[in-house]
């Protein structure tokens, strides 16, 4: 079956990396999913052939496989179910599977529904997971957050040093050949920490087991002492960019494939390192998020649907309308910016809450009619951790009063007014109430 | 709670009372017509927790106002007293112990609203309109979360104007959802953070956002302990992601289903995709309701991957939604969401809240 044979291995696209029972079911895979024109959704048979498609009927190029993982996306390749993979690619294959084997056997789920599989309005996976949902379901319930909460333990306790540290982690995870200027490239930190470090940080190797005895549990964390100390710092920030797009691939894929959209490149990369340093904050948790990171980016709709920093989202398409307005805010915000809602002033039927006694919002603390005794105020014991509360403020009434009705105006709304003045500075720019 | 423990009683409740009972679509349910709405779209509904006897429901809206209503058994709905800001209200939330509601507004603000004295005083300040607000109460402490366009989360101690803690966010707060000891917000640009509370609040995790699309709404969902466990996400593009947070097989566990949306796959016109406007999840059964630009509401089984019903298209989009403190009563709200932009606002059109008996339609399905 053409030039290349199966190796014994189960049919894989080489786009997504997913894995599929038959090279039937492949084919219909890639036509469906990186062979298909965004436009009007046409199958082709072949990368090239979607290009060259696109070229002559739409009069557009397109540069990258659509929903294809980063390194994968290359257009001018000829695959066709498993041919055409390169040996390179295959051989990575076969590793990594052998490296799966012995954990879970199902590594691709692809949970995200196909959009031309299912029908409209339906909790539809693909049908592949059906009969895998009602088992899973179950033992999904459990974990709940007390693997959550443990984690949030342990980084927190390591992190009060750290801080300093964060931008530098994922390059340092990845890029620590870039940023060591002078080391040889092919030095992976995971593995070999103290010759690398050595020439540039001679009082580094010293301080890390101080440093890495905090973490036993996360294997990541090892080169990151190292990066810690200050000679490396300056280093890190100009990997960034180039560094944290592997950590990200469902973000640097989806700027990637909007051909039309040059702008969006711009706001990919600029908006990246700020996304970069998450990952840092949240180490030990690093490896789930990067994992839902291929079930998100199957996902990934025709390009022309990304939104973009340039504020507008292309709302049509050849099968389907997005019923929101072009730009890309929220619809309180378009709201909120009518004249109409900026003017800030009470509306009609405002009433008797509160107009009057704000003009006198300086001159209200003194005369609080008596309230200030009869305030225990602690409602919930603040131990002071935030900044020390002032005791025995009255935050509010206490019941005891006529339950509803509009406001009997004896008391002033801003009852709570702490004697000691503080809400004033606060309150009067909000305007009145 | 005899009439919400049946669905026999509301024949009774639409025959008369409430006006026409024509087949206008303003109500085709045939749900129960909250008495005096607010005159401008609603902005969020939320009922009083269960430490309250009975059911009370506030809603905000974009008349600036705030208003509360007792909800009696016989599905009467009583209006009990409003506030107001400065500015329309985009939020508002419940103390534990239903004795305080705090609103969050267009006006920078948030305030707190004593039900028994019916005051309200300003607890939180921001640099731009607040679009979440929730309380959080945690064994050390209790504050409220406030979640702004100004980019920052700031927490309060309700009697001091300085927050008790600032955190920075990427992008612009566009909704947020607590159960302690999670929270989670979602913010423009597709962002998505997760925050751990224990202890004091902090940033967990960021999430690269399963959808492709403005995030709208976020709901976070427990599991059988009753832990908090994941979240559902819906867009503007008529799709609600399940994401779980720690889960053993994220590509299988994870998924995102489409809804809200006109049309089947495979007639000729083009598909209309809406948006989520809000996401619930029913206290006790853990199904999720949806509801959207469409005017439509939907109920969900997340564990059972299916849809349990959706509802009749009503003739304006619905913005809100929330069940009581028991899952008995569903509340949505029809008002304008701006989807269609300005030339479809009608501000002479009138806006409702409609509550539901949700007992038996949000029963999960059985698994095969």
Not at chain 1, 130 to 142: D, F, L, N
Not at chain 1, 147 to 167: E, I, L, S
Not at chain 2, 25 to 44: A, F, G, R, W
Not at chain 2, 140 to 163: A, E, H, Q, V
């Amino acid at each position: 079956m053409g030039r290349k044979k199966k190796k014994q291995m189960k049919p894989w696209c080489w786009y997504c990396n997913r894995d599929f029972d038959d090279e039937k079911i492949l084919i219909q895979h890639q036509k469906a999913k990186h062979f298909k024109c965004h436009i009007c959704h046409k199958k082709l048979y072949t990368g090239p052939g979607l290009a060259i498609h696109c070229m002559q009927v739409h009069k557009e190029t397109i540069d990258s496989v659509p929903n294809a993982i980063p390194g994968r996306t290359d257009i001018e390749l000829e695959i066709y179910g498993m041919e055409g993979i390169p040996e390179k690619d295959m051989q990575e294959r076969r590793r990594t599977l052998e490296q799966k084997s012995q954990e879970s056997q199902k590594k691709k789920g692809g949970n995200q529904d196909d959009s031309d599989e299912d029908d409209d309005d339906e909790a539809g996976p693909s049908t592949q997971q059906v009969a895998a949902v009602p088992p899973q379901a179950a033992p999904m319930a459990q974990p709940g957050m007390h693997p959550v909460a443990g984690a949030p333990g342990m980084p927190h306790g390591g992190y009060q040093g750290m801080p300093p540290m964060m931008p530098g982690v994922p390059p340092m995870m990845h890029g620590m050949p870039p940023a060591m200027h002078g080391m040889p490239p092919g030095m992976m930190p995971m593995g070999g920490m103290m010759p690398p470090m050595m020439p540039g940080m001679p009082g580094i190797p010293p301080g890390m087991p101080p440093h890495l005895a905090p973490r036993p549990g996360m294997p990541h964390m090892a080169p990151v002492p190292s990066a810690g100390p200050m000679p490396s710092r300056p280093a890190v920030p100009s990997a960034q960019p180039a560094v944290t797009k592997p950590l990200f691939p469902s973000a640097a894929q989806a700027q990637q494939n909007a051909p039309g959209v040059t702008a969006s490149n711009n706001a990919a990369s600029a908006s990246e390192p700020p996304k970069a340093t998450f990952p840092a904050y949240t180490q030990p948790s690093v490896s789930s998020s990067n994992s839902s990171n291929p079930a998100s980016s199957t996902v990934a709709k025709p390009p022309a649907t990304v939104t973009s920093k340039p504020a507008t989202l292309t709302t049509t398409s050849a099968t389907s309308k997005l019923i929101h307005p072009d730009e890309d805010i929220s619809l309180e915000e378009m709201k909120s910016q009518l004249p109409r809602y900026q003017r800030l002033i009470p509306r009609p039927g405002q009433a008797h809450v509160a107009a009057p006694p704000v003009a006198t919002v300086g001159g209200i603390m003194p005369p609080q009619q008596g309230i200030p005794p009869q305030q225990p105020g602690m409602r919930h014991p603040m131990h002071g951790q935030y900044g020390a509360p002032p005791q025995g403020m009255p935050g509010y009434m206490p019941g005891g009063m006529p339950p509803y009705g509009q406001g009997p105006p004896m008391v002033p709304p801003f009852q709570g007014g702490p004697p000691m003045g503080m809400r004033p500075p606060v309150m009067s720019p909000a305007g009145r109430y | 709670m005899s009439l919400f423990g049946t669905t026999s009683g509301f024949g009774a409740a639409t025959t008369g009372v409430f006006g026409s009972t024509t087949t206008d679509s303003h109500n085709p349910m045939k749900d129960v017509e909250v008495t005096s709405p607010p005159d401008d779209s609603i902005s969020c509904l939320a009922f009083s927790p269960p430490t309250m006897p009975g059911n009370f429901l506030i809603g905000g809206s974009w008349a600036n106002d705030v208003r509360c209503w007792e909800v009696q058994d016989n599905g009467q709905t009583v209006p009990k007293a409003q506030q107001m800001h400065t500015g329309p209200v985009l939020d508002a939330c419940w103390s534990d112990d239903g004795s305080k509601v705090f609103t969050a507004s267009c006006d920078k603000t948030a305030k707190m609203w004593d039900l028994n004295s019916n005051q309200a005083m300003q607890i939180a300040q921001h640099d731009g309109p607040i679009k979440a607000i929730h309380w959080i109460k945690a064994p050390n402490y209790s504050c409220i979360m406030t979640g702004s366009w100004d980019k920052t989360l700031k927490f309060w101690d309700t009697r001091s104007p300085n927050p008790m803690m600032s955190l920075q966010m990427p992008e612009r707060c566009y909704c947020a959802d607590v159960v302690y000891p999670m929270a989670v917000v979602a913010t423009a640009e597709r962002g998505l953070i997760v925050y751990q509370l224990e202890n004091q609040p902090s940033e967990f995790r960021r999430i690269d956002s399963p959808l492709k699309h403005q995030h709208r709404c976020v709901a976070i969902f427990k599991d059988k302990q009753n832990k908090p466990t994941g979240f559902a996400l819906g867009s503007i593009e008529g799709r609600v992601a399940i994401h779980y947070i720690n889960p053993p097989n994220p590509a299988k566990d994870n998924f995102t289903f489409k809804c809200h949306r006109s049309n089947g796959t495979n007639t000729t016109t083009p598909q209309d995709i809406y948006a989520v406007n809000a996401i619930s999840f029913h206290p006790v059964h853990g199904t999720l309701a949806t509801v959207g630009s469409d005017g439509r509401f939907s109920f969900w089984d997340k564990d059972a991957r299916t849809k349990l019903k959706t509802s009749e298209q009503l003739d304006q989009p619905i913005t809100a939604c929330c069940f009581n403190h028991n899952g008995n009563i569903f509340a949505y709200a029809s008002s304008y969401d701006w989807s269609k932009g300005h030339e479809y606002y009608n501000p002479q059109k009138k806006n409702y809240i409609f509550l539901r008996n949700a007992a038996e339609e949000l029963k999960p399905r059985n698994k095969k």
